[in-house]
């Protein structure tokens, strides 16, 4: 494989990824609005929002199945531009019945979607031959950014739905199915300590990342659904300053992202992924114990370096652990992306009613502090590259 096909899959995943990103944010962002459109109540709100990660868990399993037939780049270059035109139905639509289809497509989509991205990304850091999977969740940081920033611009002029997302998705899709073209295909690589007899895939082995999958998006979610909420209702803050923290994440989500990779080729991702626990078990014990919204800003900035880290070497961890099976440990292990995100915002806004939204934070703290048990997991201290050794530097491309 060259180096400058290499490059050019790089690249364009790289920019599936930034499309993700914009994509889901400009769903989530927009969430009061498409409650207006179409006059969901709020009790039956938590039903079509808790339908999308479940049928993208169904999808990322079946995509397990799929992949076995038909490479990952094919399931990527079509699911991406379902995605996007999903989420355009959901702005066009007037009737409940149209939001309900709408939603279902993308959820069945992000699904495929985001395992296939993931399978990509993991095959591609072992062509590389070094740590390149945090790059491309900067990517989706910065995707996730833009997409906030144009939601924030639709409502500002008060767009509607449809008119906020029709520019964005007549330019991404072609866009993503263009780039679609340079997508590079990996290949199975031998020797990996999660084949048992038959080479059969062992979900043992690969629980602990399940679960630290698992406690990085309970931490991801209670930030997403809860920062701007306690911050003027706890710490006191005002609307304008609530807004404030959920940014703040995203940026320093994005600036860990992009320094990462550079620290997983020096120190070894166990290293990072524990130092990245302890930081955001320090962001949560200081969101906790936060005596004004300015310090509550800081810790949610803390959080964002911290959680940065996890979710790619998770991914990455998985890849090293089940070279001949890294596509199905990927579409597996994804599955546990959906289940922190069901589980975090209910646990967390649970815990709150009923005790104090202070407490509340110290669950996911804990949570994501078990993912330094879980550390060996992620490989020996030596695992720097993404086939679980450090090649010679004169292979890197890129």
């Not at 207006?36 to 995509?63: E, K, M, Q």
Request: hydrophobic share 55%; proline share 4%.
């Amino acid at each position: 494989m060259t180096d400058a096909r290499l490059r050019r899959g790089r690249s364009s995943l790289a920019f599936s990824f930034l499309v993700q990103g914009v994509a889901f944010a400009l769903l989530v962002t927009r969430i009061p609005g498409i409650q207006d459109r179409y006059g969901i109540s709020d009790g039956l709100l938590p039903l079509f929002l808790a339908a999308v990660p479940i049928l993208a868990g169904v999808a990322s399993v079946a995509t397990e199945k799929l992949v076995a037939r038909v490479a990952p780049s094919v399931v990527l270059r079509w699911s991406q531009p379902v995605v996007l035109l999903a989420l355009l139905a959901v702005g066009a639509g007037d009737a409940l019945w149209t939001a309900a289809v709408a939603l279902g497509v993308f959820g069945l989509a992000v699904g495929a979607l985001d395992a296939s991205m993931n399978m990509l990304g993991v095959s591609l850091q072992r062509a590389y031959g070094r740590s390149i999977m945090l790059g491309f969740h900067a990517a989706y940081s910065l995707g996730g950014i833009a997409g906030a920033s144009l939601a924030w611009a639709g409502a500002h002029w008060h767009l509607s739905l449809f008119w906020s997302y029709l520019p964005v998705v007549a330019v991404l899709a072609p866009a993503a199915f263009l780039v679609s073209r340079w997508y590079v295909d990996g290949t199975a690589a031998p020797g990996g300590a999660g084949a048992e007899k038959g080479g059969a895939l062992s979900f043992r082995l690969l629980l602990p990342l399940c679960l630290v999958m698992t406690f990085a998006y309970i931490g991801d979610s209670t930030v997403s659904n809860w920062s701007a909420k306690y911050l003027q209702d706890v710490l006191g803050g005002s609307e304008e300053a609530a807004t404030v923290p959920y940014n703040a994440y995203m940026v320093t989500t994005l600036l860990g992202r992009a320094v990462g990779d550079l620290g997983v080729r020096y120190f070894g991702a166990p290293v990072i992924v524990r130092a990245g626990a302890v930081l955001a078990a320090c962001g949560f014990a200081l969101v906790a114990v936060a005596p004004s919204a300015w310090v509550g800003i800081a810790a949610f900035t803390v959080l964002g370096l911290g959680l940065s880290v996890i979710v790619p070497q998770t991914f990455a961890a998985a890849g090293r652990l089940f070279p001949e099976h890294s596509d199905a440990a990927v579409a597996r292990l994804n599955v546990f992306n959906y289940v922190g995100f069901l589980v975090g915002s209910p646990l967390v806004g649970a815990l709150g009613d009923a005790w104090s939204y202070r407490g509340a934070m110290l669950v996911p703290m804990v949570l994501v502090l078990v993912t330094v048990v879980y550390a060996t997991s992620f490989g020996a201290r030596e695992a720097r590259y993404g086939g679980g050794h450090e090649r010679p530097r004169t292979v890197d491309v890129g």
